[in-house]
């Protein structure tokens, strides 16, 4: 197996039982604590999050690309994302201290708030220094960490909401402990790899590495907005219990995303190596969409189907008021599955500006929506403004692609068609036969009629199953899998 594919494999393996085990303890956070206190918490962790950005200013991104280029300069390159760190991170403990009294957060929020700047500055730290690792193509110490840092997370963690009677507090500690976890050991291999004093600061290349970083913060800006904005306002109009309830819905929505990346890893260096041929272009961008269709379509519809059992089961009967809302906010995932093809697209064909321009222009529908929906719908009301934003997001970027690529949307349609109408009809017979017999039974009823009518519309062949294994098996052929007809 390749270097490629070992890091792939073991990144995806990493991340996959790090979403389960995020999952899993969320609902255990959900269950042991009520939807007010859940609020405060999500809240506290949504604005430290957003605030973080301003720590990285997208210096990650850049660090990963020149030391993948030029792997002699790495220890250069991470002492001066030090030495900007050591700027950046005082305006934003001082911006995590000041936002919580000029938003008007009650008392206990604003606690956890500041409590979690640890969790902020520790993740800055852990990141950059993956960053450089990555860029070394030494993805396992990352796949190593993530897994061990959310595991020691969950154990302190539900530990806490046992011993300590719910404390919110125990609960942000538990997290310091993940992310501090997660500093020392990426830390201690990038020393082991470059020596101490790449922990040096410097700021040498301070001005042209932020000036490479621009665009990179500026969409990671957009992103973490039209990500939280909505819990801000919920909690702004509604107060932090319905948050608590959103919060619900929300994780159980976002909590699939992982799923395109074994794809995409794939997918970016061989749109790079067709970025001067279009034809090329649009046949792996269809393709790549047939894929990610495969995926998202019985996950979004089965999901849907099932909503009020799901949240029952997993959260509780008292978070009953998350499953319309989960019913709606689950379709962002179809658009968000499609989109992941887009981005890796424009980025391969060096116009990662355009897609950071409509990543801005997400965020302001977002924020608009969510103005004018919340208070008229309530907690539905993000649900709707989060879907409005994600079909632009898609709807854009695929007009974007037109230009670079020979792409067609017809062809989309008639390419992906079949898994939409296998969706449909899955979730009306899963609700049908909900009625009669227990739910969790429905769900390889469901999964049969899904994979049958696939098969009868031709959308999905044998042929297919055998290029998505290798897709995932052997990603360094992701080149012919991707292209053949």
């Not at 989109?339 to 500006?353: C, E, H, M």
């Amino acid at each position: 197996m390749s270097q490629l594919a070992r890091n792939t494999l073991m990144l995806t393996a990493a991340s996959i039982g790090q979403k389960l085990i995020a999952f899993l303890y969320f609902a255990l956070i959900a269950r042991t604590i009520g939807e007010d206190s859940l609020g405060s918490y999500f809240i506290a962790l949504a604005m430290v999050t957003t605030i973080g950005v301003l720590d990285d200013v997208g210096l990650t991104s850049v660090t990963i690309r020149e030391v993948a280029k030029t792997p002699e300069r790495a220890k250069e390159l991470i002492r001066n994302v030090i030495g900007i760190k050591l700027i950046t991170m005082p305006v934003t403990i001082g911006l995590a201290f000041l936002l919580p009294d000029w938003r008007g957060f009650d008392g206990e929020t604003t606690m956890l708030i500041q409590i979690a700047i640890a969790v902020m500055l520790l993740d800055t730290l852990s990141v950059s220094m993956y960053g450089v690792l990555r860029g070394m193509h030494q993805l396992k110490y990352e796949s190593i960490g993530i897994f061990v840092g959310q595991s020691l997370t969950a154990i302190v963690g539900s530990v806490a909401l046992v011993v300590g009677s719910g404390d919110l507090r125990l609960l942000v500690v538990a997290l310091i402990v993940g992310s501090g976890w997660n500093m020392l050991f990426s830390i201690f291999h990038v020393v082991r790899r470059l020596g101490l004093d790449a922990l040096k600061p410097s700021w040498s290349q301070a001005m042209p590495m932020l000036r490479m970083s621009f665009m990179f913060f500026l969409a990671a800006v957009f992103v973490k907005v039209y990500s939280y904005i909505d819990s801000f306002m919920i909690e702004e109009f509604l107060g932090k219990g319905a948050v608590g309830i959103y919060a619900v819905a929300y994780k159980f929505t976002y909590a699939f995303q992982f799923l395109p990346l074994a794809f995409v890893g794939a997918l970016y260096p061989t749109m790079s190596s067709f970025a001067s041929n279009p034809i090329e272009l649009n046949k792996t961008l269809i393709k790549a969409e047939w894929y990610l269709m495969m995926l998202a379509a019985p996950i979004v519809f089965g999901i849907f189907a099932l909503a009020p059992e799901i949240i029952d089961t997993v959260y509780g009967a008292k978070y009953a008021a998350a499953a319309p809302v989960l019913e709606v906010l689950i379709f962002v995932l179809l658009l968000i599955f499609l989109d992941f093809p887009i981005g890796s697209l424009l980025n391969a064909t060096g116009k990662q500006a355009i897609k950071t321009g409509i990543m801005g222009g997400a965020m302001i529908i977002n924020i608009v929506g969510n103005l004018l929906m919340v208070p008229a719908y309530g907690i539905m009301g993000a649900a709707l403004a989060a879907l409005c934003t994600f079909v632009f997001l898609f709807g854009a970027g695929w007009l974007a692609v037109m230009r670079v690529s020979k792409a067609s949307f017809t062809e989309l349609v008639t390419t992906v068609w079949g898994f939409f109408a296998a969706g449909l009809v899955m979730a009306a017979t899963v609700i049908f036969l909900k009625e009669y017999i227990y739910w969790i039974l429905t769900i390889p009823v469901g999964a049969c009629v899904f994979i049958g009518l696939s098969f009868a519309t031709k959308t999905l062949t044998v042929n297919h199953l055998k290029q998505a294994y290798n897709l995932i098996r052997r990603p360094a052929y992701a080149k012919s899998t991707l292209t053949d007809n």
